[in-house]
């Protein structure tokens, strides 16, 4: 799956979603561009959440079209086994990080890493170590490699789980609000490891409620409420001066009055 350099990595086309006769998402338009990092922020209920899982189909989309560099993920043409294949093909491609770790609690720290490269990928016993061993080095978590989760706190969890997801050497990354069930003493350590994935340049659309994170990490920030994009910007632009009304109560709500300019 290798396109043209100036296809966006993750591309959607007036995506909507409806549970039952809520419309959650109410037709987003998104580019983003390979080696961009995007935050989405805005209140809960807004479609955030929704929006990220809509990406790699874990949400089932109900109109409009979502595209992995370049390839299209919601294929309607596509049934039972064929559509299967297909998706689990994307998958391979993006990796999420979701609120909770879902670690598999009877594997080890690395075993937990290194599972899906050598069940789907094929890949022997020792080149998936030392990419296991590789990976959880990067996140600071070498030392833990045979530990299992329940020795882990949680900000050694979502480590862990960011190393898990890096294994598939994913072309995206996928953020759900990935420190909101930690202690705030544990956000930072989950945050340097992220800051680390962009200062490398990889694609990742993060949503979040850390607004001096957002700010300080994306290349652009969007602001959701009610199923659809409010406002985007650059993130200082945004967070200073949001264009818009909602915009502005919700920063007011989250950041205060003085950390907002003119806002």
Known sequence: MTHAKDT??????????????????????????????????????????????????????DEGSILLDGMQVNRPDLKGLAFERHINHIRQNMGMVFQHFNLFPHLSTLENVTLAPRKLKGMDAKSARELGMELLERVGLADKASVYPSALSGGQKQRVAIARALAMRPKVMLFDEATSALDPELVEEVNQVMKGLAEEHMTMLIVTHEMGFARDVSDWAMFMDGGVV????????????????RTRNFLRKHLGAQTQGQA
């Not at 409010?230 to 009304?245: A, Q, Y």
Request: proline residues 6%.
């Open 230 to 245: 409010v406002e985007s910007n650059t993130p200082d632009h945004l967070f200073s001066h949001p264009d818009e009304e």
């Open 8 to 61: 966006p990595m993750v591309e959607l086309k007036g995506v909507k979603k409806r549970f039952g006769d809520l419309e959650v998402l109410k037709g987003i338009d998104l580019k983003v561009e390979r080696g961009k990092i995007i935050s989405i922020i805005g209140p809960s209920g807004s479609g955030k959440s929704t929006l990220l899982r809509s990406i790699n189909n874990l949400e089932v989309i």
